[in-house]
């Protein structure tokens, strides 16, 4: 028990060094896309390290697709309808952007 608590603070410790930089790589994106489900702290790290900057499409996809995840984390039903709303939009955006981008 103490071993997994362990654990989950170095990843969000590193995790979070990696989310100060500018840019945030595509395998940690990728890392994290199926944590972020079960992690609350983890998804809501990743949205703000996706939002700081004008990014590629593939990075404004994960971008929706963290707030689509985030809607589940959410407790008010507003809230929740408001969050995967703009997580759609942004995957949207992104696919009018690149339609043949296989990723998006």
């Given at each position: 028990?103490?071993?997994?608590?362990?654990?989950?603070?170095?990843?969000?410790?590193?995790?979070?060094?990696?989310?100060?930089?500018?840019?945030?790589?595509?395998?940690?994106?990728?890392?994290?896309?199926?944590?972020?489900?079960?992690?609350?702290?983890?998804?809501?790290?990743?949205?703000?390290?996706?939002?700081?900057?004008?990014?590629?499409?593939?990075h404004?996809?994960?971008?929706?697709?963290?707030?689509?995840?985030?809607?589940?984390?959410?407790?008010?039903?507003?809230?929740?309808l408001?969050?995967?709303?703009?997580?759609?939009?942004?995957?949207e955006?992104?696919?009018?952007?690149?339609?043949?981008?296989?990723e998006?």
């Amino acid at each position: 028990m103490i071993l997994k608590k362990i654990m989950i603070l170095v990843i969000f410790s590193l995790l979070g060094v990696a989310c100060y930089g500018q840019s945030m790589d595509l395998e940690s994106i990728r890392a994290n896309y199926k944590k972020a489900v079960l992690y609350k702290k983890l998804c809501l790290t990743m949205i703000k390290g996706l939002s700081r900057g004008n990014e590629s499409p593939v990075h404004l996809t994960y971008l929706g697709a963290f707030q689509m995840i985030w809607a589940k984390h959410a407790i008010n039903p507003i809230s929740k309808l408001k969050t995967f709303n703009m997580g759609k939009k942004k995957i949207e955006d992104a696919v009018m952007a690149e339609p043949n981008n296989l990723e998006i």
